[in-house]
């Protein structure tokens, strides 16, 4: 897809178009990928100057695909507890978390954000799987009274050290001060919207949560209206910062045959809840009997990646294979290659030298902590 025109774009009816995807045409979108049934920008030019645009002032992303599930009704708070092994007896009106969905056997099927909306009203804000129809199908079978539905809502991501700002400008410090991981309900200039103090960048950030898809332009003109003065440039989501902060990407880096102890989700898994959740008798026993994978970061000692892997790179040790790269790319910051991988536990160890397949290449690679960068993630709670 190289044509700027919006009706050159497109695979067909089959997938979704967000209520911003022309405008993202208009603002330079270059190339769109599939995600959740629906297109997501990919291209907005060089992703390097993407990411220190991110990085240093700060960027719009249309990312309508993050779905939403709204659970609603007398059961909604016990049902969306069965849903995830996380506690969220806690979580107030007002108050996001991240959460995993797990199924029988403790595999992921999902990490969305969870909003709470009100007493027994709540939103999953969906990574790439499809939980509504998971969620529809437990709803059908265990008998609670719920309504589980794809509301009209879609995020745009405010994201960067100028985010504040910008969203200071726009909507006042009401919104601008929110505390990490709470949100809010406005209405700008006629627009229902539910703005958070989240975001997948590991950067100072927001998600602006359209609830009126057919103002999906206005919404986003006016937010670059008052932004660009401000040093808010239109992007997608930088895959060099995810992995530089360690953030997962679904099918890339976990999935249904992941469990969350080999990905360091540990602290998401409260076993001891008084709440019954789906997977709970399998995570109990993997926590007793330990896993065999785990995930870690590796730096691989190459020339520059000219872009992200597109396929699993094998890990090996003597050329026997414990694992493989799930995601890779080169930090122009770091000035290193930095990649997520999934191996062997007994190759788990800091400083350990692996070997990495790549196009028919076998490159060194060392296992080192992640997040690769601000490992306390204290930028985004900024």
């Known amino acids: 897809m190289e044509n700027n025109d919006a009706k050159n774009f497109g695979f067909g009816t089959q997938i979704r178009k967000s209520p911003f995807f022309s405008s993202a045409i208009e603002w330079g979108a270059k190339d769109f990928s599939v995600y959740n049934h629906m297109y997501i920008p990919r291209d907005f ?57 797990t199924n029988e056997a403790g595999g992921i099927l999902n990490d969305p954000v969870l909003l709470r909306i009100g007493k027994n009203h709540f939103w999953l804000s969906l990574a790439d799987s499809d939980i509504l129809l998971w969620a529809k199908g437990v709803a059908v079978n265990c008998g609670m009274d719920v309504n589980i539905c794809e509301p009209d809502v879609s995020p745009l991501q405010l994201q960067g050290p100028k985010s504040k700002e910008i969203v200071n400008a726009l909507f006042g410090t009401k919104v601008s001060e929110l505390k990490y991981y709470w949100f809010t309900k406005i209405n700008y200039q006629g627009i229902p919207l539910v703005v958070s103090r989240t975001g997948w960048s590991s950067e100072l950030g927001y998600e602006i949560f ?23 440039r239109p992007g997608h989501t930088s895959t060099i910062r995810r992995i530089e902060g360690g953030m997962l990407s679904y099918h890339a880096d976990l999935n249904s045959q992941n ?85 062997d536990v007994n190759f788990v160890k800091l400083g350990t030298i692996v070997n990495v397949e790549v196009s028919g290449s076998v490159l060194k690679a060392e296992v080192v902590k992640v997040p690769f960068y601000d490992p306390e993630k204290q930028i985004a709670k900024t």
């Open 45 to 101: 030019g060089n992703p390097e100057e993407n990411f220190w645009n991110l990085v240093t002032e700060a960027i719009l992303c249309d990312v309508s695909v993050e779905r939403q599930v709204e659970i609603t009704g007398p059961d909604a708070e016990k049902f969306t507890q069965y849903l995830t092994p996380r506690d969220i007896s806690k979580c107030a009106i007002g108050q996001c978390k991240y959460v995993l969905i």
């Open 210 to 232: 359209l609830c009126d898809g057919s103002q999906g332009k206005k919404l986003w003109d006016e937010i670059m209206r008052v932004g660009k003065p401000l040093g808010l």
């Open 259 to 343: 469990n969350p102890f080999e990905l360091g989700l540990e602290r998401l898994i409260d076993l001891g809840k008084s709440a019954d959740f789906i997977g709970r008798e399998a995570l109990t026993v993997i926590k007793k009997n330990g896993v065999f994978k785990k995930q870690v970061g590796l730096i691989i000692k190459m020339k520059p990646l000219k872009s992200p892997n597109k396929d699993f790179w094998p890990v090996k040790i003597n050329d026997k294979i414990i694992g493989k790269i799930t995601s890779a790319v080169y930090s122009p910051r770091l000035k290193e290659n930095i990649a997520l991988a999934i191996i």
